[in-house]
């Protein structure tokens, strides 16, 4: 079985996270005092409208009963 998608999911600790309004926000103002931690802490850089089709079907194949 395979699934469909849409959008990124938050990065797994975001729960330290206010807000996903804010987390999305942030990186977006490079003069937000956040700004420089938050994209170090995604890794760099995060695009919410990316969906991994092929990722999401892999992980959810190994938790198939």
């Not at 695009?47 to 990722?55: A, K, N």
């Amino acid at each position: 079985m395979r699934v469909a998608g849409e959008s990124a999911c938050l990065p797994e600790d975001a729960r330290r996270q206010p807000a996903y309004g804010e987390f999305l926000e942030v990186p977006k103002y490079p003069t937000h005092e956040e700004h420089a931690d938050m994209l170090m802490w995604v890794g760099g850089s995060f695009d919410p409208t990316r969906f991994g089709l092929d990722l999401g079907n892999q992980l959810l194949a190994t938790i198939k009963a």
